[in-house]
T-cell receptor
Framework: AQSVTQLGSHVSVSEGALVLLRCNYS??????LFWYVQYPNQGLQLLLK??????LVKGINGFEAEFKKSETSFHLTKPSAHMSDAAEYFC???????????????FGQGTILTVHP | DSGVTQTPKHLITATGQRVTLRCSPR?????VYWYQQSLDQGLQFLIQ???????AKGNILERFSAQQFPDLHSELNLSSLELGDSALYFC??????????????FGPGTRLTVL
């Protein structure tokens, strides 16, 4: 079974500062990793994903994440925070369920990002 | 807009009642997933359907059931509702038409309040 741990339920940064949201995963097989963002009263929007290939993945809104197998981590970063980045962020893992069935997502507990002016 | 639609947006009902949540996946997507988001349990996978067939089950209560119809829309039925069933219920879809494998697109959710 796979699992995800997000370190820090709340992260607060100043506008223009580096954003770092931490995610560690556990999986018995090579995982597929995702970061989703949820704005208040909205659904989840995919920021970026890692399936295979390059371990540094770039997503929307200037976010990127690096898959580090040795550390079982997939931390999310953004060089310069913007007020509009304030939201809840979820790290998720899935595995290949085989054939035409794509795997369920297992989510971390979420990290609420606050951006101060 | 993800292309996944869910109705209703809000639902308020009483304990012991039964409700049906509806989801229409993105055009071309064959898989539908249901997730529950609550303050104490976080985001949890409930059940997955692929082209009308159940594929995987998660932490879904026996009082809950789902199905996917020939037109690929899905319904999640919740019965004998309890206060603890109050949550946000998300539907997501994915499929062979998706540009990236395993990418799931989420609907806006149905907020269920049980009084």
């Amino acid at each position: 079974a796979q699992s995800v741990t997000q370190l820090g339920s709340h992260v607060s940064v100043s506008e223009g500062a580096l954003v770092l949201l931490r995610c560690n995963y556990s999986s018995s097989v090579p995982p597929y990793l995702f970061w989703y963002v949820q704005y208040p009263n909205q659904g989840l929007q995919l920021l970026l994903k890692y399936t295979t290939g390059a371990t540094l993945v770039k997503g929307i809104n200037g976010f990127e994440a690096e898959f580090k197998k040795s550390e079982t981590s997939f931390h999310l970063t953004k060089p310069s925070a913007h007020m509009s980045d304030a939201a809840e962020y979820f790290c998720a893992v899935s595995i290949n369920a085989g054939g035409t069935s794509y795997g369920k997502l297992t989510f971390g507990q979420g990290t609420i990002l606050t951006v101060h002016p | 807009d993800s292309g996944v639609t869910q109705t209703p947006k809000h639902l308020i009902t009483a304990t012991g009642q039964r409700v049906t949540l509806r989801c229409s996946p993105r055009s071309g997507d064959l898989s539908v997933y249901w997730y529950q988001q609550s303050l104490d349990q976080g985001l949890q996978f409930l059940i997955q359907y692929y082209n009308g067939e159940e594929r995987a089950k998660g932490n879904i209560l026996e009082r809950f059931s789902a199905q996917q119809f020939p037109d690929l829309h899905s319904e999640l039925n919740l019965s004998s509702l309890e206060l603890g069933d109050s949550a946000l219920y998300f539907c997501a879809s994915s499929g062979p038409g998706t540009s990236g494998r395993h990418e799931q697109f989420f609907g806006p959710g149905t907020r269920l309040t049980v009084l």
